[in-house]
């Protein structure tokens, strides 16, 4: 049967069933999710735990062979199996071979990554949802974070202000783990107190000189000089070139839908509101009615067509060098093109 999150406790209450599958990209929820079943065979008895990871020679023969033989004095048992990708032939027929036949007093949990829609329709994964629980994890994109850690928040007895709670957002987008274990450092710290941007911003502030958040901010307030200082010193630290360019693209992002909703209301300048609608929480959205004024909707769209040669020169498809091609990127965001016509 296919279990969504929210249904797992209740299905964890009961004897549990001999076959678990869990699915899944995010690491934190497919964490939660298997200590969630870890704990609940813990507590009906399954005293005996046996993990696999399963490689490209596993030998799936023998492992179905010892998982069937019997002992006298077996204990309770949970196997695991952990799949770096998906599961071959040699191992879904053994999967589903188990699954016809399960031993007695044993609970198979599979780990898997995200599986796509036409192999969740395979006919070796409908084979083991007839015999166990199917357990679909699908990730927390941009617009579904602030909902995702304002429940978390509240399941700690935790009180964000909207800044707080959006600046938080911004800083741990992509990263469920660091943005969990973000709020349980604010619970220790600020238990039963409201929680502003300030407190959540001296928490989650890089720990390395530069940062791409202070990048991203110099150049919404078309700080040229600052915004090239901080390109060289992530480079000599070694930041991954695709991180700034996500950081940079991301910003570019909202403040072309920020200029085209205006344009197309016949607006002039963007309102507070419609810049909260787009992710610029309130101490972002002076820089960025700055960048508006300074760079055209034509530009900005111009801008957001030149991120393909930025991308092409991180991948080494172009000659010209990543850090060169972000440099001349986030001038040109800034207002200073190094050279005319070129984003």
């Not at 813990?42 to 799936?60: I, S, Y």
């Not at 006298?72 to 071979?97: H, I, M, S």
Request: proline residues 4%; neutral net charge; aromatic residues 6%.
């Amino acid at each position: 049967m296919r279990c969504r999150p929210e249904q797992l406790a209740r299905l964890l209450a009961e004897p549990l069933r001999p076959l678990w599958v869990i699915s899944g990209d995010e690491p934190l929820l497919v964490l939660e999710c298997h200590d969630a079943i870890r704990a609940a065979a813990t507590r009906q008895g399954f005293g005996e735990r046996e993990r696999h990871h399963v490689d490209r020679g596993f030998d799936w023969s023998s492992w179905l062979g010892d998982s069937q033989a019997l002992s006298l004095f077996a204990e309770r048992k949970l196997v695991e199996l952990r799949f770096p990708n998906k599961p071959d032939a040699g191992a879904t027929a053994a999967l589903v071979e188990w699954a016809a036949r399960p031993p007695e007093d044993t609970v198979l949990v599979l780990v898997l990554p995200k599986l796509d829609a036409s192999a969740q329709k395979a006919k070796w994964l409908t084979q083991l949802d007839e015999h166990g629980v199917l357990v679909m994890l699908a990730g927390v994109d941009a617009a579904q974070l602030p909902d995702w850690l304002q429940q978390r928040a509240r399941q700690l007895g935790l009180r964000l202000q909207p800044d707080a709670l959006q600046l938080l957002a911004d800083r741990t987008e992509g990263n469920l783990l660091a943005a969990s274990q973000t709020l349980e450092k604010l619970r220790l710290l600020h238990d039963g107190e409201d929680i502003d941007i300030d407190a959540v911003a001296r928490l989650v502030s890089d720990s390395a000189r530069y940062s791409v958040f202070d990048l991203a901010d110099a150049i919404l307030a078309g700080d040229a000089s600052r915004t090239a200082r901080l390109l060289l010193g992530l480079e000599r630290e070694g930041q991954a070139e695709s991180v700034v360019l996500w950081a940079l693209q991301k910003d570019l992002r909202a403040l072309t839908l920020a200029a085209e909703q205006a344009q197309q209301q016949g607006r002039r300048q963007v309102s507070p509101e419609a810049l909260g609608q787009f992710g610029f929480w309130s101490r972002r959205q002076g820089p960025a009615q700055q960048a508006l004024r300074r760079l055209s909707l034509t530009r900005l769209q111009r801008l957001s067509s030149g991120l393909v040669d930025v991308d092409k020169a991180i991948k080494g498809q172009s000659g010209e060098r990543a850090w060169d091609a972000l440099l001349r990127f986030g001038l040109a965001m800034a207002g200073r093109p190094l050279f005319s016509g070129r984003a």
